[in-house]
């Protein structure tokens, strides 16, 4: 079956440094979305990657979608304790349209 | 616009009783999408309604079920409680596509507990 990694479960950083979360697929994967919910609130959308190799960025934030369309990551330079949340990325493959979840990398950033 | 909104904000219930979760998308969505999230299993796919359809079903037992109606508000209805239900309930809409392909905006979900 699929198997969806999102690692690492937590992230401490200071203020400053930045960050870096990873979703790694055994399959390929049809699209990728990232989501952010800071604590005590929703999801909120943040990126949709469709195409291999896909680069997008978004002021402080890089989103990557790897060439096999199996691995994806979101890069956070020089976090502010705003970034503080958990991010997810949401996946599916093959001719399902099921949002999957990861489980999430939570971020805390002291300042 | 208005965002999506949820009612009721907090329920408890009892082992065995069964409750019903509204949603109301934002204007012009037609898509709603219903997900349970809890700290050991993460976010889960409920169900999906488009034009008072299901169009996708999650992996969970037929205790779980949902409706729209024609102006696009969702409900949806958990039968005989277990205490493995409590958990923060999320709706979200989408204009159109399936909710995995597009933009989805969560409400600030109902949270369930089952006593």
């Known amino acids: 079956g699929q198997q969806v990694m999102q690692i690492p479960q937590y992230q401490h950083v200071q203020e400053g440094e930045d960050f870096t979360t990873y979703c790694n697929s055994s399959?390929?994967?049809?699209?990728i979305q990232w989501y952010k919910q800071r604590p005590g609130g929703h999801p909120v959308f943040l990126i949709q990657?469709?195409?291999?190799?896909e680069v997008k960025k978004q002021k402080r934030l890089t989103f990557q979608f790897g060439e096999a369309k199996k691995n994806s990551s979101l890069h956070i330079t020089a976090t502010q304790t705003t970034d503080v949340g958990t991010y997810f990325c949401v996946f599916t493959s093959g001719g399902s349209y099921i949002p999957t979840f990861g489980r999430g990398t939570s971020l805390i950033v002291h300042p | 616009k208005a965002g999506v909104t949820q009612t009721p904000r907090y329920l408890i219930k009892t082992r065995g009783q069964q409750v019903t979760l509204s949603c109301s998308p934002i204007s012009g969505h037609r898509s709603v999408s219903w997900y349970q999230q809890t700290p050991g299993q993460g976010l889960q796919f409920l169900f999906e309604y488009f034009s008072e359809t299901q169009r996708n079903k999650g992996n969970f037992p037929g205790r779980f079920s949902g409706r729209q109606f024609s102006n696009s508000r969702s409900e949806m209805n958990v039968s005989t409680l277990e205490l493995g239900d409590s958990a923060l309930y999320l709706c979200?809409?989408?204009?159109?596509?399936?909710?995995?392909?597009?933009?989805?905006?969560f409400g600030p979900g109902t949270r369930l507990t089952v006593l």
């Open positions: 399959t390929t994967l049809s699209n």
């Open positions: 979200a809409s989408s204009l159109s596509a399936p909710s995995s392909k597009d933009t989805q905006y």
């Open positions: 990657l469709v195409k291999s190799g």
